[in-house]
């Protein structure tokens, strides 16, 4: 069953009297449950397809269906709701607030929708990710592998249908990356999230079920 079906996508820019085609006739299902990992080099449109299919970016044309939503057909309240309900984002630079604890930084997509956590999802959660004894830590008083952890387990915590995770473990030594690779598909295999990841980094790229090339806004 596919979670992200893509039909046609083209997403153009402007660029002073230029037109940039970031996107040009992308066509791609992305199956639920399933690691997929796309590649491609600067400027590919990796980026711009991974925040089409969040809903920040409108298409020029075409169609994204994200679990059955048509993401044309809604409004922006409604696009909003859906990133909070149906979206985990892991970023490069972590995001975390500094002034939360990391507990407060882990519930904060839940406190954002007024909804109760889970309690044994989130202490299953933040054992596997090695963040129980930090909890009442700060931000700032962890290593860059400890809040990228963090940054996975908040993306996490609202059971997203579909976690998008951009260059997650790009300013990351060897050793962190593969840890931070490692966690990232073992706990969308417990969790049972889709995960869709951009990078650079083919050890990553190696751990997916599926990789997407592209190259000048169309796949290979």
Not at 41 to 46: I, L, T
Not at 138 to 156: D, E, K, W, Y
Request: charged fraction near 25%; proline fraction near 4%.
């Amino acid at each position: 069953m596919d979670i992200v079906e893509i039909r046609q996508l083209k997403k153009y820019f402007k660029d002073g009297p230029k037109e940039v085609k970031a996107l040009d006739g992308i066509d791609l299902s992305i199956e639920k449950g399933k690691f997929t990992a796309i590649v491609g080099a600067s400027g590919s449109g990796k980026t711009t397809l991974l925040n089409t299919i969040a809903g920040l970016y409108e298409p020029t044309e075409g169609t994204v269906i994200v679990d059955g939503l048509d993401l044309s057909k809604m409004t922006e309240e409604q696009l909003t709701v859906f990133r909070r309900r149906k979206i985990g984002f892991v970023f490069q630079g972590y995001n975390l607030i500094p002034e939360l604890t990391i507990r407060e930084n882990i519930l904060f997509p839940l406190a954002l929708d007024d909804s109760r956590p889970d309690t044994r999802y989130f202490s299953s959660l933040v054992k596997m990710l090695g963040l129980e004894n930090h909890l009442d830590a700060f931000p700032h008083m962890l290593s860059g592998g400890a809040q990228q952890c963090t940054a996975i387990a908040r993306a996490l915590i609202t059971k997203p249908s579909i976690v998008l995770a951009d260059e997650p473990t790009g300013s990351f030594d060897m050793k962190t990356t593969q840890n931070v690779a490692g966690l990232l598909k073992m706990t969308a295999a417990t969790f049972h999230q889709t995960l869709v990841v951009i990078t650079h980094n083919l050890e990553l790229a190696q751990l997916a079920d599926r990789v997407v090339r592209l190259r000048d806004g169309k796949i290979l």
